[in-house]
Structures are given as C-alpha cells and as structure tokens.
C-alpha cells in the first residue's frame, strides 16, 4: 500500500542517489536550485550557494514524492504492483525532468543547457524515479 510517508522517504532516498549519480558522472557545475539560489535570495554566483542549492533540492525532492504517493491512489493506482509504479515513477520524473528545464532552467533562469546537460538532467531524473519506485513500492511505512 502506498502512503504518504513513503512517498516522503523514498523522495529523500531518492533525491540523495540522484544527488550521488550527479556528483559522480556531472559536469561539476553548481545545481540549478543553487542558480536559483543566487537568483532569488543571494548576491553572489550560484558557486556560492552550492550548499543552499542542495537544501533547495532535497526540499523539492521530498515534496516531490510525497507528491507522487498522493497521486497513486488518487489516480486508482493505490495498490498498483512494483511494475506498474515503476512506469508510473519513470514518466513522473521525466515529467519533472521537462518541468524542470522548460521552466526553471529556461524561463525562470533564462539558461538555456548544452543537449548534453540536458540529456544528463534527464538521466539523473530517471535515478530519482527508479529509486522512489523502489522504495515507494517496497517500503512498509
């Protein structure tokens, strides 16, 4: 059974594993919630904000799949099996993924990314909703 704080946990589960698999195969540049971060709040470069950016993300991360565990029993999938939430868990987050660089990325930060950024960004969305699937699925919370 899916419940609200698994799909908390598994937000924050899955947002540390996609926060690894940027530091691992990213370019090292900042996050944009660190760009954000400078935007909005900051004077400095998004550099700077690194560790504010961080926050920022495992907060929407969090949210995020909490989000998610909301929608699966508001959409009849309450009791789906472990296959069927890993789709459903994959589109949501290349949902995010879309939602993130048309318009945080493009509109909000008026950045526009190399295809490869984005490829990656979409790559790193993907870990998140593996890895929420996973625990959403499989947690007894």
């Known amino acids: 059974m899916v419940t609200l704080l698994g799909g908390l ?4 589960v899955a947002t540390i594993a ?3 698999a940027m530091m ?3 370019d090292g540049s ?5 760009a954000l971060w400078a935007k909005f709040v900051g004077d400095e470069p998004p550099e700077a904000y690194v560790p504010q950016g961080m926050a920022l993300h495992v907060l929407y991360g969090v949210g995020a799949g909490g989000a998610f565990a909301l929608a699966l ?3 009849g999938f309450g009791s789906a099996g472990v296959v069927t939430v ?4 994959i589109a949501y987050a290349l949902a995010l993924t ?5 318009f945080w990325m493009n509109v909000v930060l008026a950045t526009d990314p190399e295809p490869q950024q984005a490829a990656m960004f979409g790559v790193f969305h993907v870990v998140y909703g593996v890895v929420l699937a996973a625990v959403v699925a499989y947690a007894p919370l």
């Open 86 to 89: 890993l789709g459903l868990a």
């Open 24 to 26: 691992a195969l990213g």
């Open 18 to 20: 996609m926060t690894m």
């Open 9 to 12: 946990v598994g937000g924050l």
């Open 30 to 34: 900042p996050p944009p919630t660190a």
């Open 98 to 102: 879309l939602v993130g660089a048309a």
């Open 73 to 75: 029993p508001a959409l």
